[in-house]
C-alpha cells in the first residue's frame, strides 16, 4: 500500500476529522503538524488553492479538504466505512455532513464576537443544534447508526471543542436537559478508542484558544 | 426504477442542476413547481431542516441539498457518468465543487451591494475567477475534461445566471478578454442540447434579479 501523509494542526476539529477517520480505519500514516503562521512549502505546493490544512497525501498525491478527503478513504480502504452502502442512506449522511460545514460556522461566530454579533451567534447556534437533537440523531448511538460514520466525524467539533469554547465565552449551549440526545452521543463519541485516544488536550486548548479569542477581539 | 419527483423553483440555479443531471441521465420525473413565498407542505415536510428546494423524491424517499442530489443521481443511475472512475479525479472533482459552494457568498456579495463596497468585491470575484479558469478547467473543454460532468454542472450558474446578474448589478467581470477560457467554456456549455433546452427564460430571470436586487438594496 502507498504511503499515507496527514498535514495538519493539533488545535483544529478538521484535522481530526481526517486523523480519526485514519485511526478508525487502521489506516498507517506519517502525521506533519503544520505551522500555520509559517507554512511549509510543501503545504502551499500541496494545497496552492487554499494553503489549509488538512491535507492528506496518498501515493505522492495530494488530497484537500476534510469532507473530501473522507470521502475519497472508503475507496482505497473499504473496510470499516464511513459511509452506508444503500444510495438514499448515503444521501442522508452527505446531507448532514454538509449541514455541519454549512451551519457549524456560527459557533465559531459565538466564540469571536462580543455584543449584538454575538447573541445572533448563540441564537443561531442554539437553532443548529436543535434541529441536530430532533432531526438527525434520532435514536441512533451514532449518526452512523451502531459505528461512528462520516457524519459523527463531521459533528466531532461539538464534542470536544464546542465544550472548550463554551467556557471560554461563558456561555453554555450543550445543556444535557436541553439536548439530551445530543449530550449522550458526544459521551458516546469521546468514548470510542479510536477518538478518545486522539483528542487534544483540554487545558492547552483552553490556553490556546483563550490567546486567539484575545486576538481576534483586538484586531479590526 | 421508481417515481422520481422534483420539488424546484423556475429562477434556482440549484434547481436547475438537479433537472440537467435527470435529463443528461434520461431519468424521467414529474416536476413540482414550488411557490417560495407559500411553499407547499410536502416542502415542508421533505426538507425540514432548511424548507429549501431542490428536493428530489424517489420511492417516496426525499433528498434535499442539490449537490447532495447530484452525488444521489450518479449513484443511482450510473449510465453516462458524470464523475471520474478513479478515486483520485473523483477527489479532485469534488474539491472543485466544494470550492464553489465556499465561494458562492461572495458571489452574493457582489449582487447586494453597490459603489465601494461591490468594486471591492468585484476584485475578489475577478480572483476567483481567475482561480476556476486556471486550476480547475485549465486547457480542457469542461471541468469533466471532453464531457459534461458534476463539476460542470456545479458550476452551471455562471453561464446565463451570472451573466444575466452581471447586466442587472452594473459588473463586467465574466469577460472574454481577461477570462477567455472560463467565457468560452459558459459558451460551449449553453450549448449542450441538456443545457441548452433547459434554462430560465433570460427576460424573465433579469426581471426577477433586479427585482430581488432593490429588495435587497433597500435593507
Known amino acids: ?220 | 426504477m421508481g417515481e422520481v419527483k422534483l420539488h424546484g423553483f423556475w429562477a434556482s440555479p440549484f434547481s436547475h442542476r438537479v433537472i440537467w443531471a435527470l435529463k443528461l441521465k434520461g431519468v424521467e420525473y414529474e416536476y413540482m413547481e414550488e411557490d417560495l413565498s407559500n411553499k407547499s407542505q410536502l416542502l415542508l415536510q421533505y426538507n425540514p431542516a432548511h424548507k429549501k428546494i431542490p428536493v428530489l423524491v424517489h420511492r417516496n424517499k426525499p433528498v434535499a441539498e442539490s449537490l447532495v442530489i447530484l452525488e444521489y443521481i450518479e449513484e443511482t443511475w450510473p449510465e453516462n457518468p458524470l464523475l471520474p472512475l478513479d478515486a483520485c479525479d473523483r477527489a479532485m472533482a469534488r474539491f472543485w465543487i466544494n470550492f464553489g459552494e465556499q465561494k458562492g457568498p461572495v458571489f452574493f456579495n457582489l449582487f447586494r451591494t453597490t459603489g465601494e463596497a461591490q468594486e471591492k468585491t468585484g476584485e475578489e470575484v475577478a480572483q476567483i475567477l481567475k482561480t476556476i479558469e486556471e486550476k480547475a478547467l485549465g486547457d480542457n473543454n469542461f471541468f469533466g475534461g471532453n464531457t459534461l460532468g458534476l463539476v460542470d454542472l456545479s458550476f452551471g450558474w455562471l453561464p446565463h445566471w451570472f451573466e444575466v446578474t452581471e447586466q442587472v448589478q452594473g459588473t463586467k467581470l465574466l469577460d472574454p478578454t481577461t477570462l477567455p477560457r472560463l467565457h468560452a467554456w459558459a459558451q460551449n456549455f449553453k450549448q449542450v442540447p441538456v443545457i441548452r433546452d433547459n434554462l430560465p427564460d433570460p427576460q424573465k430571470l433579469s426581471a426577477h434579479l433586479k427585482r430581488l436586487r432593490g429588495n435587497l438594496l433597500k435593507n
Not at chain 1, 473499504?78 to 454538509?98: G, I, M
Not at chain 1, 466564540?111 to 445572533?120: N, P
Not at chain 1, 478508542?193 to 477581539?217: G, H, T, V, Y
Open chain 1, 1 to 220: 500500500m502507498e504511503e499515507v501523509k496527514l498535514l495538519g494542526t493539533w488545535s483544529s476539529p478538521f484535522s481530526y476529522r481526517v486523523l480519526w477517520a485514519l485511526e478508525l480505519k487502521g489506516i498507517p500514516y506519517q502525521y506533519t503538524e503544520e505551522d500555520l503562521y509559517n507554512k511549509s512549502p510543501f503545504l502551499v505546493k500541496c494545497n496552492p488553492v487554499h494553503k489549509k490544512i488538512p491535507v492528506l497525501v496518498h501515493g505522492g498525491k495530494p488530497i484537500c479538504e476534510s469532507m473530501v478527503i473522507l470521502e475519497y478513504l472508503d475507496g482505497p480502504w473499504p473496510h470499516n466505512p464511513l459511509l452506508p452502502s444503500d444510495p438514499y442512506e448515503r444521501a442522508v449522511a452527505r446531507f448532514w455532513a454538509k449541514f455541519a460545514d454549512d451551519k457549524g460556522t456560527v459557533i465559531w461566530t459565538m466564540f469571536r464576537s462580543t455584543g449584538e454579533e454575538q447573541k445572533e451567534a448563540v441564537k443561531g447556534s442554539l437553532e443548529m443544534l436543535r434541529t441536530i437533537e430532533d432531526l438527525a440523531l434520532g435514536d441512533k448511538k451514532f449518526f452512523g447508526g451502531e459505528r461512528i460514520g462520516m457524519v459523527d466525524l463531521a459533528f466531532g467539533a461539538l464534542a470536544h471543542w464546542l465544550g472548550v469554547f463554551e467556557e471560554i465565552v461563558g456561555i453554555r449551549l450543550l445543556e444535557p436537559e436541553s439536548f439530551p440526545r445530543l449530550h449522550k452521543w458526544t459521551k458516546n463519541f469521546k468514548e470510542e478508542p479510536a477518538i478518545k485516544e486522539n483528542l487534544p488536550d483540554k487545558d492547552k486548548m483552553l490556553s490556546n484558544f483563550r490567546c486567539l479569542r484575545e486576538k481576534l477581539l483586538a484586531s479590526p
